[in-house]
């Protein structure tokens, strides 16, 4: 087994059993990443243009990680001071709060690690593409601290909203599948045939895992009674 299949049979593994769903799904087409210049004949360029992406890298970093210090349930809203905090809230107040602030916190937390990991494929395919030499390997290097602060800060992500209630979950889960979908597709423009058809079937099964989260997020959402709760 080659890492590409190694790779494969991870993703694959990290995918719910496939749901039944009556939508159809759409062809996949295959996508580069347009932040990076992978012509080899202009390799000025593409040395400039990942460059410039590792620092983007460093600076999506910084912001999750401030965004991660901040402690939701030290925070109010609407009437839930009165109420003693967020801890005190009732069920309903609770889930209505999830759905109206936790739920978009995680999404946005989750949304900048998959924006890495985009930027992160697409460095990898460049750099596999560079003239061997001192700046391919210190690339190479600056690229796999850029994995560890990656895997480093979904730990994270995952810690803080991983364990909050049903609407959050649905709503982090249908976000860090999504972005497997888009490193997916940075996948196919390198692939071979055989290739192609295999990741197209995983990104097909997310598609409709996606869906599945989706629908499950918008199925709780919480009613005016619940919203009621914070008056």
Partial sequence: MDKFEKWLEVINEELNPTPTVSEP???????????????TGNRTDMISDIDHIMTSLETLAG?????LSLN??????????ALGGIAALGVGAKKFYDWKVTAPKARKAQAK??????????VKNSIASAEAGKKKDAMSAKLEVAKETMTSLQT???????????????????????GKMEILKIT??????????????????????VAE???AYNDSKPGKEDEAELQ
């Fill in 156 to 178: 994270q992500v995952d810690d803080k909203y991983g364990k909050k209630g049903s609407v959050v979950k649905n709503a982090l889960s249908a976000e860090k599948k999504a």
């Fill in 25 to 39: 799904i759409a062809s996949v087409e295959p996508t580069v990443s347009s932040d990076v210049n992978i012509e």
């Fill in 188 to 209: 196919l423009g390198e692939a071979s045939p055989s290739q192609k058809k295999a990741i197209k079937d995983q990104i097909n099964k997310l598609k409709l895992a």
């Fill in 213 to 215: 989260d989706e629908r």
């Fill in 113 to 122: 690690v998959n924006a890495m990991g985009v930027k992160i494929a697409g």
């Fill in 63 to 67: 912001e999750l990680t401030e965004d």
């Fill in 72 to 81: 939701e349930d030290s925070l109010d809203v609407a009437g839930a001071a």
